[in-house]
């Protein structure tokens, strides 16, 4: 099976090609990329006007299967991934029961191979059920799938822990995903502390209940010569710390979500449940802090920490309501904004959303090179949309975007060369 | 006898006693300038006006009369349902409201739950929607949780009055507060008012705040620096942490109650500590203006931040905010109620 894609604009940070291409997928591999093709195909797709990027991964999403598919299911929310233009995801292990043994990550593989959509590769717990206590067996939970480990939505308290993990971790190459977070600052708040959250009597998170973990986590990095990746920064402070690691050669990357750059805790007003997220919407010095770290590279990864959680879960008073966003169908519209604010180069945004994430986990993706597995994305970056409830793929709609204009969106969509993605339409409803 | 002020149209019809209450009574004067009630709700100070502020006391003022009345009921409310919907223990205040709400003829009715509305394994708006269903006009509600009251107008149509919400807001009790500085002072414009107590967990201090300064007061806070909330200086108020230097030339001295638990939130050491530092003493009143009032939103930790003796002392309003704290609640339950909907 050969497919064209002809006359796109092509952006494949790895191979520095940022031009008019066309491409030749040959077998669900990339079999040539050149600037005309004539070569006869089975099918030819005219991306005239569109741009043509690596597959999008995504590395930090709770698909909430098992234990809260009201939320969520792999299903809807692989959905969700490929109308987002995203062609891997890793699910956090915050499930229940939590994701810590072997079999919970064949359980997930084998649910994303029955929807055979995109892709999914799960994260590990770090610790026995995400409690902080004793590790879970790493070589098995690798031997099942695991891409990587993660206490994510819970910090690991106890140094020595960590520590261990990162350590051990080396053996398997497994980086391990650190949400940052110190328990005894974070003190049972619930958005950022700050004016709004004096206004608003919500008890507040200081940025440094991040930044202080992040500091602590980074010298552990350096110690173990373990592989670490900061979670959803969101604080000035902590990418301050994390630049300053980097440029002293510490081997850490960062992630942040397109909240974190778009929005700050001024959304929390009038006790908005779906501007509440942890880490909290912060303030627009940190939302500059942000931008200016994803320019300067000391962020290397944009993911969505798609966080869904059921209509009525959020339709609370405020300080009862979850923390959690859903992300998975705006992230690329809202990262390509960065490009009309000269942020970032169109380049840069989609490095940060495929390739780079790649590296952090390791595999050969995130690339358009001969030979390389035909994930690809096609969007049409001038096409605007608005963000609307029903036509979420997702189960839960606790987007904080809600009827905001998006510009740029998915069209096509091939994972390993099969076509699930077509002018819109996912492939099984066809 | 107090000079009786002049009153609002609406609310003098509304305060004769012997009178139906008849359509003429709910005519609101759009055309002589005043400000006109328009709110279903009322959910916090910082959402007022000035003018509607001034206008709720104004009615307060006319109401306050009939509870010295011997026969201390007017019809102006007859026929409304009023319910009083606790989800935290108070008294006095439920108490204030319930006796605001006969004095106008309203029947009102209690409902009290302890803990959140999800501990009880009900949605709040369940709960209030169950109360709605019985045609209740107005839900006066009290809730641990900040924004519940703002949450609740937003899913019902029932009116609803804010009577605490977590640590957000008590705009009755800043009101009757401020009625009292008024009514004590004759003015609010250039008064100098300092909250002195924990800043941070007080819905009192933050609807004190925003009233005060809406009406031209000049306002300080005082307390440890653990109880000072972040940046609460962008709402116009200057810090102190050292209550002999912030008690100096001021007309009033609003006094919160120290919640003894947050000794082990690690916000101050002891007790014993804390009424050294900040319990406002005889010694201490020294300091202060020989004018100064002293007010206390109750209930009084005596001893603690309020020696006994300046509690029931000469410069003490604190029995007169309960006695006001009746005719500000008729007032806002009036226009509150009243409004077209």
Redesign the interface.
């Known amino acids: 099976m050969k497919i064209l894609i002809k006359n796109g604009y092509l952006v494949d940070p790895k191979n520095k090609l940022d031009e008019p291409m066309d491409l030749l997928i040959e077998d669900g591999r990339v079999k040539k990329v050149s600037k005309k093709i004539t070569e006869k195909a089975d099918q030819e797709i005219d991306a005239k006007g569109k741009i043509v990027c690596p597959g999008l991964i995504d590395i930090h999403v709770h698909l909430r299967q098992p234990g809260y598919e009201y939320k969520e299911t792999i299903e809807t929310g692989l959905r969700a991934a490929l109308k987002g233009g995203i062609t891997g995801v890793c699910p956090m292990a915050n499930t229940n029961p939590v994701a810590d043994s072997r079999s919970d990550m064949e359980f997930m593989i084998g649910e994303s191979k029955r929807v055979n959509l995109v892709n999914l590769w799960p994260v590990g717990a770090v610790t026995l059920r995400q409690e902080g206590k004793e590790l879970t067996e790493f070589g098995e939970l690798k031997k099942g799938g695991a891409i990587a480990l993660s206490d994510d939505g819970q910090p690991i308290t106890d140094s020595n822990i960590l520590r261990r993990a990162l350590s051990y971790a080396k053996k398997f190459g497994l980086p391990i995903l650190a949400h940052c977070q110190d328990e005894a600052l974070f003190c049972g708040g619930c958005m950022h502390?700050?004016?709004v959250?004096?206004?608003?009597?919500?008890p507040?998170i200081p940025v440094e209940a991040e930044s202080v973990e992040v500091a602590r986590d980074i010298q552990l990095a350096d110690l173990t010569g373990g592989q670490l990746h900061f979670c959803h920064i969101s604080g000035r402070k902590s990418l301050d710390l994390i630049r300053q690691a980097k440029a002293q050669g510490s081997k850490v990357t960062a992630e942040t979500c397109p909240h974190y750059f778009h929005l700050t805790d001024e959304s929390v007003l009038?006790?908005n449940t779906n501007a509440k997220m942890n880490p909290p919407l912060r303030t627009v010095e940190d939302v500059a802090a942000v931008k200016k770290a994803l320019k300067d590279g000391t962020i290397d990864v944009i993911a969505t920490d798609h966080a869904p959680h059921a209509e009525?879960e959020k339709?609370?008073?405020?300080?009862?309501a979850p923390f959690g966003v859903i992300g998975l169908e705006t992230s690329l519209p809202l990262s390509l904004r960065l490009v009309e604010e000269k942020v970032l180069t169109m380049t840069q945004v989609i490095e940060k959303m495929s390739l780079n994430p790649a590296c952090v986990l390791k595999i050969d993706r995130g690339h358009l090179s001969e030979g390389a597995v035909a994930d690809v994305t096609i969007f049409d970056p001038h096409k605007e949309w608005v963000v609307e409830k029903d036509k979420l793929q997702s189960k839960s709609k606790n987007s904080p975007f809600l009827g905001w204009k998006m510009k740029g969106q998915v069209t096509d969509v091939w994972v390993a060369g099969r076509h699930i993605l077509n002018n819109g339409v996912i492939a099984s409803e066809r | 006898m107090r000079e009786n002020p002049k009153r609002h149209p609406e609310v003098a019809a509304a305060t004769e006693g012997s009178q139906e209450r008849d359509s003429s009574a709910t005519v609101s004067p759009q055309n002589d300038g005043k400000v006109r009630w328009i709110r279903k709700d009322l959910l916090s100070l910082?959402e007022l006006s000035k003018e509607e502020i001034e206008l709720i006391l104004k009615t307060a003022e006319s109401f306050k009369e009939i509870s010295t009345r011997d026969v201390k009921k007017v019809p102006a409310l007859r026929g409304k349902t009023v319910a009083n919907l606790f989800f935290e223990p108070s008294t006095r205040t439920r108490t204030s409201f319930e006796v605001a709400a006969k004095r106008l003829s309203a029947d009102i009715i209690n409902f009290s739950s302890a803990g959140?509305?999800?501990s009880k394994g009900e949605?709040?708006?369940d709960t209030a929607k169950n109360i709605e269903a019985m045609n209740v006009d107005t839900i006066v509600m009290r809730?641990p949780?900040?924004?519940?009251a703002?949450?609740l107008a937003r899913s019902i149509r029932a009116g609803v009055i804010n009577a605490g919400?977590?640590?957000?807001?008590h705009p009755t009790q800043g009101l009757l507060d401020i009625f009292t500085m008024r009514e004590r002072k004759k003015k609010i414009e250039g008064l100098k008012v300092c909250l002195v107590g924990d800043i941070l967990h007080s819905?009192v201090a933050?609807s004190n705040i925003w009233g005060l300064t809406k009406l031209g007061a000049k306002v300080r806070v005082c307390g440890p620096p653990t109880l000072i909330?972040?940046?609460?200086e962008?709402?116009g108020v200057e810090v102190f942490y050292d209550v002999d230097e912030a008690v100096k030339d001021q007309d009033v001295l609003n006094i919160l109650r120290i919640q003894l638990e947050r000794q082990k939130g690690a916000f101050f050491p002891s007790i014993r500590e804390y009424a050294a530092e900040y319990g406002i003493s005889v010694e201490r009143m020294k300091k202060a203006k020989k004018d100064v009032i002293i007010m206390h939103p109750g209930p009084i930790n005596r001893g603690v931040e309020l020696a006994a003796e300046v509690a029931d002392g000469a410069q003490s309003v604190i029995l007169e905010q309960v006695t006001n704290g009746v005719a500000v609640r008729m007032a806002v339950l009036f226009h509150t109620t009243m409004v077209e909907r």
């Open positions: 502390e700050g004016f959250s004096t206004k608003l009597g919500l507040g009038h006790y009525s339709d609370t008073e405020f300080d009862q | 910082e959140s509305s999800t949605s709040l708006t809730h949780s900040s924004g519940s703002e949450y919400d977590g640590i957000h807001e819905r933050r909330p972040a940046k609460i962008e709402l």
